[in-house]
Nanobody, 124 residues
C-alpha cells in the first residue's frame, strides 16, 4: 500500500479544510487508518482514526467536535474534514495505515505505512 495525502493549505481561523488520503493496493479496506500531525519542534501526535469499515472512529480531545474522519473503501480513500480551525491546528498532517487487520489504535508506532504529509496553516 502507498498513501498520497492532499488537501492542505492556508486558511483563516474559523475556516474549514478537507484532507484526503488516497491509497493504492488491494488491502486498504482491511485496515484501520489514522491521521496524525506534527508541528515544528513538536512530536508527531494522533489526530483521528477510523476502523476498517468506518464503523468506529476515535479523536484526540483537542479536535473532538471540530474534525470528522471518514473513509470510502470503494475509492480507497480516507478523509479528514476539519472545521472551526484554530492557529494551534497548524502542522504537517500525515495519513497512515495500521499494521494489523481489524484493530484500531491511536499510537503512531503501530502504523506501518505513511503518506508524505500535507501542510495545514491556520492564520489568526
Amino acid at each position: 500500500v502507498q498513501l498520497q495525502a492532499s488537501g492542505g493549505g492556508l486558511v483563516q481561523a474559523g475556516g474549514s479544510l478537507r484532507l484526503s488520503c488516497a491509497a493504492s493496493g488491494r488491502t486498504f479496506s482491511s485496515y484501520a487508518m489514522g491521521w496524525f500531525r506534527q508541528a515544528p519542534g513538536k512530536e508527531r501526535e494522533f489526530v483521528a482514526a477510523v476502523g476498517w469499515n468506518g464503523g468506529s472512529t476515535y479523536y484526540a480531545d483537542s479536535v473532538k467536535g471540530r474534525f470528522t474522519i471518514s473513509r470510502d473503501n470503494a475509492k480507497n480513500t480516507v478523509y479528514l474534514q476539519m472545521s472551526n480551525l484554530k492557529p494551534e491546528d497548524t502542522a504537517l498532517y500525515y495519513c497512515a495505515k495500521h499494521s494489523l487487520k481489524g484493530v484500531v489504535h491511536t499510537t503512531p508506532r503501530v502504523y506501518d505505512v505513511w503518506g508524505q504529509g500535507t501542510q495545514v496553516t491556520v492564520s489568526s
